[in-house]
């Protein structure tokens, strides 16, 4: 089976960046699953959320992000996922990210993350109180399952690619 890193995090923490420079470096294929799903559904994340509500993009979320996983298990090349900060709220998703060794959390400060995020493609990031409580309420899913955790507060997307690749590599030289 080829390597599958997935990216998970907040909002705003830096994971499709991240995620592109990793891939970049590393020679493996990239993919988002956000990107997917616009692709698919032919609207953007925003339309989803405004013209079919939350609880119908969380459907489709949960279907892509596993369609995903499965496809990145029976390719050929290693494969850099980066999922939307909300999957981990999905059971079978979180179900599916148990066994998985390479699930990597983009850890950000609150204030870092909600400056990121006002790029007026998220919905759930206009209200800040609410982006608070969602932060809060996620944190313990992200730490639940994740097995590499990097600490991005004040780093730069190299110096992060750089921390991700060399955790990578202290794993495969220990195994
Ligand atoms: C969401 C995060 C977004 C996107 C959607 C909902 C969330 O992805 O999937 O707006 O619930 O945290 P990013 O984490 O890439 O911003």
Do not use: C
Not at 32 to 59: C, N, W
Not at 70 to 91: F, H, I, K, P, W
Not at 125 to 144: T, V, W
């Amino acid at each position: 089976m080829p390597p599958i890193l997935i990216l998970i995090g907040f909002m705003g923490s830096g994971k499709t960046a991240v995620g592109k420079s990793v891939a970049l470096n590393l020679g493996w294929t990239f993919e988002d699953a956000d990107e997917l799903i616009e692709k698919d559904q032919g609207m953007s994340i925003s339309q989803i959320f405004q013209q079919r509500g939350e609880a119908a993009f969380r459907r489709i979320e949960e279907e892509a992000v596993l369609k995903l996983l499965d496809e990145a298990a029976g390719g050929a090349q290693g494969v850099v996922v980066s999922l939307g900060g909300g999957a981990v709220t999905n059971a079978m998703v979180l179900e599916r990210l148990k066994p998985e060794p390479l699930v990597a959390l983009l850890d950000a400060d609150l204030e870092t993350a909600f400056a990121r995020a006002q790029n007026g493609k998220r919905p759930l990031a206009r209200d800040p109180e609410r982006f608070r409580e969602l932060y809060i309420e996620r944190e313990k899913l992200y730490h639940g399952v994740a097995k590499v955790m990097v600490d991005t507060r004040g780093k730069s997307v190299e110096k992060v690619t750089a921390e991700i690749i060399g955790r990578l590599k202290e794993g495969t030289s220990s195994n």
